[in-house]
């Protein structure tokens, strides 16, 4: 059995829970998601709690079913809550700042700035400089309610300029990563 799958989700009474055949939609304070369940599995939504059910113990439809199950969770969390991630722009002159058009602008060794537009629903900020071990650490938050839109664009910013492993000072990192060091090269 799906463990994950067994579990009820409770909707909080500020969400509005809709199926339509395949389509769930979820509404709350914060927006509005849907997505399409797979053919195979059954939601039910009854007295504020949501049950995903499977056919069979395939391993196809265990699989969806606790994926479903999950997707579903996430939705209602995000409308209610949202979700964040958090990075840091680590390295001496490096900068990060919001323009107008909510875009964010990226000072991070290059020739040029780079200008990163956020997807739809994303909302960028940009807090002001901390000085860790006399190096400035410029953080980042990545706003949502969509978890899978949110991770992807704070991966999208990271890739930018990732970490450097022989200088462990430079680049984007997600806040509380650690940096593995490597040696460098050494003369024989």
């Known amino acids: 059995m799906s463990r994950v799958g067994q579990m009820p ?3 909080p009474n500020t969400v509005k829970i809709t199926i339509d055949g395949r389509d769930i939609a979820v509404a709350g304070p914060k927006g509005q998601l849907t997505q399409t ?3 195979s599995i059954q ?3 009854d007295n504020g709690v949501i049950t995903v059910e499977r056919p069979s113990d395939q391993k196809v439809h265990k699989s969806l079913h606790g994926l479903t199950r999950s997707l579903i969770a996430n939705m209602v969390t995000g409308v209610t809550e949202g979700y964040e991630k958090r990075l840091r722009v680590v ?3 490096y ?3 919001i323009d107008s058009q909510n875009r964010l602008i990226l000072n991070v060794g290059y020739s ?3 200008t990163f537009a956020p997807a739809e629903g994303i909302t960028l900020s940009v807090g002001t400089s901390i000085s860790v071990d006399a190096q400035p650490h410029i953080p980042i938050t990545v706003n949502g309610i969509d978890k899978q839109v949110v991770g992807q664009t704070a991966a999208s910013i990271r890739q930018i ?3 450097e492993v022989y200088q462990p000072c430079k680049g984007i990192r997600y806040e509380g990563e650690q940096v593995r060091n490597k040696e460098g090269k050494t003369r024989v």
Do not use: D, L, W, Y
């Open 95 to 97: 900068r990060a700042e």
């Open 161 to 163: 300029k990732k970490p």
């Open 91 to 93: 390295g001496t002159g």
């Open 112 to 114: 040029h700035s780079v």
């Open 9 to 11: 989700i409770n909707v």
């Open 43 to 45: 939601v039910n939504f």
């Open 37 to 39: 369940i797979p053919q």
